[in-house]
């Protein structure tokens, strides 16, 4: 792992998970998600932009099935706390009816954006539909949620990296980073 005084933003903390480890974890979801849609043609990635476009993009090329990719881009009404309210910035392109989709997000914390989102993309009555994160915050949690693909459950912290941000920076991180606001910016 790198030392801290290489990161290039002060605030960051640690590392908590390697670029290694997660290229791992994302080649089994890749393999678990070839075998669970193998008798699928109508294979849809959607994902939440932006936090959702690097492990997105890492993740369909260990998906040995075609595969289509679309966006929707949400943003909560209340920034500071989730508040259950969400709103619809930009629309998926695809009709989505009788598609096998796979709702991707980068990180779920209190599960109001997957179920909110979930609710809405059933509406359109796609063939199947599943969700997929890279990291989960199950101390957070609150609503039941249930992730079909999950990469890592991490502990409460606040992480960048990997599509992650924090004020729009660290998103080109190649590991996922706790931080520490006390550290100050960089
Ligand atoms: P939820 O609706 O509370 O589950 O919010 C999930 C969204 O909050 C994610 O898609 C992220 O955009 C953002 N988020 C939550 N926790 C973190 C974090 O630790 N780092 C970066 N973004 C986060
Ligand atoms: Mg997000």
Not at 3 to 30: C, H, M, N
Not at 111 to 138: F, M, N, Q
Not at 166 to 179: F, Q, T, V, W
């Amino acid at each position: 792992m790198d030392s801290p005084s290489r990161f290039p933003y002060q605030f960051i903390d640690r590392v908590i998970i390697s670029e290694a480890d997660i290229r791992t974890r994302v080649k089994e979801l890749g393999e678990q998600i070839t075998r669970d849609y193998q008798n699928s043609e109508k294979i849809l990635l959607l994902g939440l932009l932006r936090g959702s476009v690097v492990f997105l993009t890492d993740l369909m090329r260990e998906v040995r099935r075609p595969i289509t990719m679309d966006f929707m881009s949400i943003s909560s009404y209340n920034k500071s706390e989730s508040s259950g309210f969400v709103r619809i910035d930009s629309d998926h392109k695809t009709n989505i009816r009788g598609w096998d989709v796979i709702l991707i997000d980068d990180i779920v914390d209190s599960g109001y954006t997957i179920r909110t989102v979930r609710k809405l993309l059933l509406d359109r009555e796609p063939h199947s539909l599943k969700v997929c994160a890279l990291l989960d915050k199950p101390e957070r949690h609150k609503v039941d949620i249930s992730i079909d693909y999950l990469g890592f459950s991490i502990p409460d912290y606040f992480v960048v990296g990997y599509g992650l941000d924090y004020d729009e920076k660290g998103r080109n991180l190649p590991y996922i980073a706790s931080i520490d606001l006390s550290k100050g910016e960089g």
